[in-house]
C-alpha cells in the first residue's frame, strides 16, 4: 500500500507527459508542483461536521479485503488520474471504494497541472480529468468509468442484475447529471466559491438555487419510499446525485426542508467512501475575495 495514512512513503509518480513527475508524499500533496494550503472547512456554514482535509482522508492506494486476491493474482491496479478537489473525480473515487478494488490516484488537473501533457492528451483530449487506466484499458467520462467499474467490478451489490434495474440506475444517473450539476457546481459552487463577490450573479445563483430545492423535492418524493435511489442499499444510481450533496448542504444558499433527501445525505455522509472521497475540504479552491 502506497502513501496510506501514517506511512511515511515517499513515491515517484510518472504522470503522463516528460515534464510530469510529481513526487507524493504521506498525505499525497506534490512536492514538485505545489501543494494546496489548507484552511477552515466551509461545512460549518450547514453545521456539519469536520470535513476531510484535502488529500489527508483517502489513502493514495487502498485494496478492500474482498478484492485483494483477485486483483494481485492479476498483478493490476487500476489507476485514476484526477485532484481529489475534482467532483467528478470524487464520483469515481467513492465508486471505486464502495465497490473495494485495489486503485491507485494520481493527482492531476487544478494545482497539480499536467492535463496539457501530451501523454495525458493522448489519454484524455479534452484535458479534463477523470481519466481511468484498468490494465490498459483507458476511459473519461466520469460516469462512463462508474458505470465501467460497476459492471466489471461490482455485480450484484453495487450494480444491480437484473435489467430492468439497471436502466433504472441509469434513469437516475442521467437525472442527477443532467438536473443538479449544472446548478449546482457550474452556477452555485463556482460562483460563490471560484468567483469574487465583486464579480458575483447573485440573481444566477439564487435562481439555481431555488430551481435545484424544486428538483429535488422530486427525489424527496421517490426517496419517500426507499433508503437509498435505487432501493434498500447503495448502488451506481445513488452516484451522481449523491456526490453534488456535499457541496449543495454546504454552501451558503437557499435551501427547502427536504426531509427525505435530508436522511438520505445522512446515510452517504455516514459512509466511509463517502466521507473520505467526497466529504473533502474545499475552501482552498476559494478565490481570492470569493
Ligand atoms: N464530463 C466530464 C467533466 C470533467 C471535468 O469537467 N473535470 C474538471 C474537474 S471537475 C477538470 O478536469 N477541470 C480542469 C482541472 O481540474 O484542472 C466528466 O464527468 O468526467
Redesign the pocket.
Known amino acids: 500500500m502506497l502513501g496510506g495514512k501514517g506511512v511515511n512513503v515517499r513515491q515517484r509518480v510518472s504522470l503522463p507527459g516528460a515534464n510530469c513527475v510529481v513526487t507524493l508524499n504521506e498525505a499525497n500533496r506534490p512536492t514538485s508542483l505545489g501543494g494546496q494550503q489548507q484552511s477552515k472547512p466551509l461545512s460549518r456554514i450547514a453545521g456539519r461536521k469536520q470535513p476531510k482535509a484535502v488529500g489527508a482522508g483517502a489513502p493514495d492506494s487502498t485494496v478492500s479485503p474482498l478484492r485483494r486476491n483477485s486483483r494481485k493474482e492479476r498483478n493490476m491496479t487500476l489507476k485514476i488520474w484526477g ?1 481529489a478537489t ?4 470524487q464520483k469515481v473515487m467513492w465508486a471505486v471504494d464502495e465497490i473495494g478494488v485495489m486503485r491507485h490516484r494520481i493527482d492531476a ?2 494545482a497539480f497541472g499536467g ?1 496539457d501533457a501530451e501523454d495525458f492528451i493522448a489519454m484524455n483530449p479534452n484535458r ?3 481519466v481511468m487506466d484498468d490494465g490498459g484499458f483507458i476511459l ?4 462512463a468509468i462508474v458505470r465501467y467499474l460497476a459492471s466489471t467490478y461490482g455485480r450484484g451489490g453495487f450494480r444491480p442484475t437484473d435489467r430492468k434495474e439497471i436502466a433504472r440506475a441509469d434513469q437516475w444517473m442521467e437525472w442527477g447529471q443532467t438536473s443538479l450539476y449544472a446548478d449546482i457546481i457550474t452556477t452555485c459552487f463556482i460562483g460563490l466559491i471560484r468567483t469574487p463577490a465583486t464579480d458575483r450573479d447573485t440573481k444566477a445563483i439564487t435562481a439555481a438555487s431555488l430551481r435545484v430545492g424544486q428538483k429535488l423535492a422530486i427525489l424527496d418524493t421517490h426517496l419517500a419510499t426507499r433508503k437509498f435511489v435505487g432501493g434498500a442499499t447503495l448502488t451506481l444510481a445513488d452516484v451522481p446525485a449523491g456526490v453534488l450533496m456535499y457541496r449543495y448542504f454546504t454552501l451558503p444558499i437557499e435551501r427547502p426542508r427536504l426531509p427525505n433527501v435530508e436522511a438520505w445525505y445522512a446515510r452517504l455522509a455516514e459512509r466511509t467512501p463517502y466521507q473520505n472521497n467526497v466529504m473533502i475540504d474545499y475552501a482552498n479552491l476559494k478565490v481570492a475575495g470569493a
Open positions: 485532484r475534482s467532483v467528478n473525480v488537473g487544478g492535463l479534463l480529468v477523470p473519461f467520462e466520469s460516469n
